[in-house]
């Protein structure tokens, strides 16, 4: 059984920062990329950042690009984002995602196995 877990969320103001955590299992965890979306109120599900299984590729979408950092342990089957200068658009639901196979290439990753985690809320207020 897969299980994709998420934690970290919370809220802050402006400015702030947090720190996401994803821990896969179930799975081998060199063999997935792990990616981060985000659903905000009445807002389709966007791909905030993608990182492949050896680290060497990750990605991110303009809006966080500078801000935020993914970055991966795979001793531990853990994702993390590190979100720094949160802004107000930024509160979303974000989830966690074990990617089969993606190159991070590109952030539509909806050609690929998935496997989703609860998600985590982060709200950053003004």
């Known amino acids: 059984q897969v299980q994709v877990v998420e934690s970290g969320g919370g809220l802050v103001q402006a400015g702030e920062s947090l720190r996401l955590s994803c821990t896969a299992s179930?799975?081998?965890?060199?063999?997935?990329?792990m990616a981060w979306f985000r659903q905000a109120p009445g807002k389709e599900r966007e791909g905030v950042s993608c990182?492949?299984?050896?680290?060497?590729?990750?990605l991110y979408a303009d809006s966080v690009k500078g801000r935020f950092t993914i970055s991966r342990d795979n001793a531990k089957n853990t994702v993390y984002l590190q979100m720094n200068s949160l802004k107000p658009e930024d509160t979303a639901m974000y989830y966690c995602?074990?990617?089969?196979?993606?190159?991070?290439?590109?952030?539509?990753?909806?050609?690929?196995?998935?496997?989703w985690g609860q998600g985590t809320q982060v709200t950053v207020t003004s």
């Open positions: 990182i492949t299984w050896s680290g060497r590729t990750v």
């Open positions: 995602a074990a990617v089969r196979g993606s190159l991070c290439s590109r952030l539509d990753l909806s050609p690929y196995q998935k496997y």
């Open positions: 179930g799975l081998t965890f060199d063999d997935y990329a």
